[in-house]
């Protein structure tokens, strides 16, 4: 089995930046969960266990690809929780944001919601479904208040989630993936 191909760096530059672009387009899991409150740390951490994508550390061309394709994750102020250190990059047209297993709603919801940068870009999603559900609920109509200013042609004053993720393409579940549906496991 070939292990190396030593012509890579004598190929013409336009088929190197499109092998590159190729490696940069594979979509990888970003799995982000959230620490809850305890005795040591009194606010949620975000954590991951993602490190940059190894494109970054090849060399100065491939780096300027992955430059050019991953985003740096940043944590808007108004969002729960205490950022996490290290840089999160994710290619938000290919990349699958999965949330962490058993991870609490308001966290979860707040991820989302509060964060421009996903709330515009991410494309596709993993979650549990029980959690996916939560964070979609919206009262029913019988439920709210009437107020002077409701109209049958005013927008619905609340919006499930799904319908604020503007790109969000695809939600799959942990509870329906076999195994290897996740590139990282």
């Known amino acids: 089995m070939l292990t190396t191909f030593g012509c890579f760096p004598y190929l013409p530059p336009e088929i190197r930046l499109l092998i590159w672009e190729h490696i940069a387009a594979l979509p990888q899991d970003i799995r982000l ?94 979650v549990e479904r029980m959690l996916w559900e939560k964070m979609n609920w919206v009262p029913p109509p019988a439920m709210l208040l009437p107020t002077p200013f409701a109209s049958d042609t005013m927008e619905r004053p609340f919006r499930t989630l799904q319908e604020r993720l503007v790109s969000l393409e695809e939600v799959r579940f942990y509870e329906e993936l076999q195994d290897g549906d996740l590139a990282i496991t």
């Open 33 to 126: 969960s959230c620490t809850t409150p305890n005795a040591v740390a009194s606010q949620p951490c975000w954590y991951t266990s993602n490190r940059a994508p190894a494109i970054f550390a090849v060399n100065w061309e491939a780096r300027a690809v992955a430059l050019s394709v991953y985003t740096f994750l940043r944590f808007s102020k108004d969002q729960i929780g205490i950022p996490w250190m290290r840089p999160v990059y994710i290619n938000l047209r290919s990349d699958v944001l999965c949330l962490g297993i058993g991870l609490q709603v308001r966290y979860a919801k707040s991820l989302l919601e509060d964060n421009d940068q996903l709330r515009e870009g991410v494309t596709r999603l993993v």
